[in-house]
């Protein structure tokens, strides 16, 4: 992890992606997406693996399903 990579919530995600929160999570739990987890069990994403996926065109993620 770099030194300064800002960690991101499932919602910050979700909206970079144009997706529910939910199906972030859902990447997470697959492991399509690595995530950390906080003292208080929540999920947070470094910004950097983020950005990453996008510029590669989101090639390692599944398509979101309907409702999602």
Known sequence: M???D???TPGEVAALFRVDPKTVTRWAAAGR???IR???GHRRFRES???ALLSAGE???PEPRDGD
């Open 2 to 4: 770099e030194v300064r």
């Open 6 to 8: 800002r960690l991101l």
């Open 33 to 35: 997406i690595s995530s």
């Open 38 to 40: 906080t003292p208080g």
């Open 49 to 51: 693996e983020v950005r």
């Open 59 to 61: 090639s390692g993620l």
